[in-house]
């Protein structure tokens, strides 16, 4: 069974930063692209930031462009968001979702964690 652990996230004051981490266990053959999500509360999820397969091209929303990175360890089943210059308005769950094939005769499907919790205080 494949299972996303997040981690890293606590309470920090405004222009704080932290580290979280998307560690990934269970058969993996294969690693595909991986995904940051958040949710604040009283608000719809979002889409945060993303890297691709290749661990090449990544994405960001306009919202914390410049101020999160994703990143992967080489073998490519612990992911990672730096976030930096936190402002309240990032208050939320952050869920990572990370693309496994567990075997080569299996499809790339999509894997959930259930994510860490963000405060940034004024």
């Known amino acids: 069974q494949v299972v996303l652990i997040e981690s890293g996230g606590g309470a920090v004051h405004a222009g704080g930063s932290l580290r979280l981490s998307c560690a990934t266990s269970?058969?993996?053959?294969?690693?595909?692209?991986l995904f940051w999500y958040r949710r604040a509360p009283g608000k719809e999820r979002e889409f945060v930031a993303s890297?691709?397969?290749?661990?090449?091209?990544?994405d960001y929303a306009d919202s914390v462009k410049g101020r999160f990175t994703v990143l992967r360890d080489d073998p490519l089943v612990t992911g990672y968001l730096h976030l930096y210059n936190l402002k309240p308005e990032d208050t939320a769950t952050y869920s990572c979702?990370?693309?496994?094939?567990?075997?080569?005769?299996?499809?790339?499907?999509?894997?959930w964690g259930q994510g860490t919790q963000v405060t940034v205080s004024s």
């Open positions: 979702n990370q693309e496994v094939a567990t075997s080569e005769s299996d499809s790339y499907r999509k894997y």
């Open positions: 269970g058969p993996i053959w294969s690693a595909g692209g």
């Open positions: 890297i691709d397969y290749k661990n090449q091209i990544t």
